[in-house]
């Protein structure tokens, strides 16, 4: 574990420069996440939670992330300084003890991380490939519960949880609120990042939880025989909120609500849209450390560059001409992969090239590995690679995105930015963010289809291989896709506005 260094990490003058024109009064801010980037990360949630801490800070506002001390945030290339004290946590009729580590993440934002070794020194965050931790309620049921031991010592006026591990913290603070008097004043948000997973464990885990057996109760914390985190703190959230216009309004319906429509149809008036943003300090061909040349709206030149880059990197043949339809992508059911294995020969048949980065579920890993195995135009690597994500979408031509439900998505929004055009399903965050191509759409910067089926999927690629031929139209849909602007400020924004109104109610 590195040790800080003073004035390691300072932040960056854009952020500054928002802060001046921000000069509003600053809340006292606690994020609660089971990742963030730079130092923990499986997907979206961790970008997301760090964009918006930055955003926020910008914004003028001081926040602190709470998140475990796994052992790739331990690995992390960030200082870590440990807090004298430790904490003790409540578990299952006992009192566990954890440490607490603090990384200075920019200026006025830091983050406090959990020290727990027997629940968070693990390889991964969740689980294997091949499932879930098994005594993952144990881990997120101490997690909630510390977090909340951390914060004490000063609480904060606004909690902001982010899915389902943290979402126990919400209704601790209301269900047992004797236990945390500190917090009476303060307020709480959920943001829902994906539905899909809502942390649903099985009766026995009720004990550790420490709640009268009155919150087992289907208008609480019970879900059909069994203990849903997420409910938890749905049921008891001053304000829950999503990461797109669309998805509130989807998951109130059974095709999307994960049977917790319901409950989401009764808390509607306290249910929010705010669009995700994009971090573009991270996500800009301009100024990205991962790709072999640099290029803006002005001169792709460089674009191209970076296509032989990929195509080199990844054993594919050198050629400029031939369409290169890359993808990143948990390996995961949501993320349409069943749907992309059915339609992969008959994809790997046109004249293309494919290349795909991801990593996920052990039989989707293996299906992907032997289709290229197979077949000279597909390259599948199987890992989490962030400078390899960032060659994908600078180098291909088109990004392929065919999630059977987005959230939000940023894959579609980084992609854009470096005018690499999205092939799309239709659904959530992605019908939101892509302008679709389509007759007289001047604007479009992307393809979208509806059905959740092969047709569907191919009609968007081959709509997109017919506009690869036209190339004014190819690189008009570029720069309106480059054009596109989707910073954290505007959805920074979004959430001061919640915090201040729940502030004042
Ligand atoms: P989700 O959070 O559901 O996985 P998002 O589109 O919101 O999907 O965010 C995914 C983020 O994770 C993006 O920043 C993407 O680049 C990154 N990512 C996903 N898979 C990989 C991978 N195999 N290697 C590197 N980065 C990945």
Request: aromatic share 8%; hydrophobic share 40%.
């Amino acid at each position: 574990m590195k040790q800080a260094k003073p004035g390691a990490n300072a932040q960056k003058s854009p952020i500054r420069k928002a802060r001046a024109r921000h000069p509003e009064a600053s809340c006292s801010i606690a994020m609660v996440s089971c990742e963030v980037v730079p130092l923990a990360k499986t997907g979206g949630l961790a970008d997301a939670v760090y964009a918006l801490s930055r955003a926020l800070e910008g914004l003028g506002q001081r926040l602190t992330v709470v998140l475990p001390a796994h052992r790739s945030a331990k690995h992390a290339n960030v200082p870590l300084e440990r807090i004298g004290t430790r904490v003790h946590v409540p578990l299952g009729g006992r009192r566990l003890e954890a440490g607490v580590w603090k990384a200075q993440l920019s200026a006025h934002v830091r983050a406090l991380l959990i020290e727990a070794d027997a629940y968070f020194d693990r390889d991964d965050l969740y689980g294997t490939p091949e499932g879930d931790y098994p005594d993952n309620a144990e881990r997120f049921a101490f997690f909630s519960r510390a977090a909340l031991e951390v914060l004490r010592h000063e609480p904060p006026q606004i909690l902001h949880a982010h899915d389902w591990h943290p979402a126990l913290s919400l209704a601790f603070l209301k269900a047992d609120a004797e236990s945390y008097p500190e917090f009476s004043q303060t307020k709480t948000v959920l943001t829902i990042h994906n539905l899909g997973y809502q942390g649903v464990f099985t009766e026995n885990c009720w004990p550790l939880l420490g709640l009268g057996q009155k919150w087992y109760h289907p208008e609480f914390l019970e879900f059909h025989g069994r203990v849903n985190f997420l409910k938890g703190g749905l049921m008891f959230a001053d304000k829950i909120t999503t990461v797109s216009k669309s998805y509130p309004k989807e998951i109130q319906t059974p095709e999307y609500g994960f049977g917790l429509e319901g409950v989401l149809q009764n808390r509607a008036s306290n249910l929010e849209g705010i669009l995700n943003g994009a971090d573009y300090e991270v996500w800009d061909p301009v100024n990205d450390r991962y790709i072999k040349a640099s290029y803006g709206i002005e001169d792709l030149s460089g674009k191209l560059a970076c296509k032989a880059d990929l195509q080199e990197t990844l054993g594919l043949p050198q050629a400029p001409d031939i369409p290169l339809v890359g993808m990143v992508s948990r390996l995961a059911e949501q993320k349409g992969i069943g749907l992309l294995l059915e339609t992969l020969e008959a994809l790997a048949k046109r004249a293309l090239q494919v290349a795909i980065v991801g990593k996920g579920e052990a039989s989707y890993e293996q299906a992907l590995s032997a289709f290229q195995a197979a077949h000279d135009n597909v390259k599948v690597c199987i890992a989490f690679d962030e400078a390899l994500a960032h060659k994908v979408l600078a180098g291909a031509d088109f990004v392929l995105i065919p999630s059977r439900y987005e959230p939000c998505g940023l894959v579609q929004m980084h992609a854009m930015r470096y005018g690499t055009l999205p092939i799309a399903r239709a659904t959530g965050g992605l019908k939101d963010t892509i302008v679709p191509h389509g007759p007289g759409s001047k604007k479009a910067a992307g393809f979208l289809f509806e059905g959740y089926d092969v047709p569907s999927l191919l009609g968007a690629v081959d709509a997109a291989l017919a506009v690869y031929k036209r190339k004014a139209t190819r690189r008009a849909m570029a720069k309106n896709a480059m054009k596109a602007d989707f910073s954290w400020q505007k959805t920074a924004e979004g959430y001061l506005e919640i915090y201040k109104s729940l502030l004042i109610a």
